[in-house]
């Protein structure tokens, strides 16, 4: 979810709620415990806990577990709902420098970050695991027993291995096998396509995390809840460029709204033209018009028929 769950998403989500509901808790994007703890040009924006302080969840990142403590417990100092310890994430530029998913080579390492953590987070503790470098499910169970006595809160599974990525399913049998073998709650995480599916998912653990749908159907979480709050797709798109230029820094605008739309345009009809056209733009008014012009021609299209 990097370049995607920031605050212009949050709020866009959360402009849901007076329909109906929005996200019971957000998750930053990775904040990468180097640049916050030296206070990085940008880190005011990853750390920024708009709308909904009260809801957020940092999402720490790094290989270094003396910066990964000092910018936890930094970060727990603010309001929020937690400081989240990531150890799932298998891309190269993370677990190259020992980050992600690399903590799971070695549970007493892990185990010795969490012990060190623990006393100086007040704040709920939380941390987001793969299966494994490797599919060893008894290796999964151990690990996550040992973060749970050491002070861990809530576990939350992508069940992949480190090198699946999305070629294979997530696999949500590994999901309800553990949440058997622990005493805290579990969140499940992958390939949820619809607010169906995040309600036959969550008889399955204690949580479900939503990704990639969350940003191709923002009023996904009022759906779940039995509120259809109608989907006007061409003032989302607007809407969620201007919280763009409001909560973001110009030179994240164009990288993210492309990552945006590259998910939201799935819900059109010509999806792959729309992607194609967007990404050929440099600037947000440009990629509002080719937003507009797309609903301009529809609505001519449907006039002519």
Known sequence: MAELSHRALRELIESFKAKGAAADEYFTEMISAGAFVNKGRFEEWYTDSGPVPEKLVYQVVSGDEDLLVKAAARLDQNECRGIDINMGCSAPVITRTGGGVRWMAGIDRAAGLIRRLRPLISHRLSVKLRIGLEDDFDYLVRFCRRLEEEGVELITLHPRTAKEKFKRKARWNYIS?????????????????????????????????????????????????????????????????????????????????????????????????????????????????????????????????
């Open 177 to 305: 096998a553990l949440r058997k073998e622990l005493h805290i709650p579990l969140a499940g995480n992958g390939d949820i396509a619809s607010a169906e599916e995040i309600l036959r998912r969550s008889e399955e653990c204690d949580g479900v995390m939503i990704g990639r749908l969350a940003v191709r159907r923002p009023w996904v979480f009022a759906e779940a809840r039995g509120k259809a709050p109608g989907a006007f797709l061409e003032e989302t798109g607007l809407c969620f460029l201007d919280l763009l230029s409001r909560y973001q820094p110009p030179e994240f605008h164009v990288s993210r709204a492309r990552r945006f739309f590259n998910y939201f345009c799935d819900n059109l009809k010509w999806a792959n033209h729309v992607k194609n056209l967007i990404n050929h733009e440099t600037s947000l008014s440009g990629i509002a018009k080719v937003w507009r012009d797309y609903f301009a021609a529809e609505q001519g299209a449907q006039i002519s028929e």
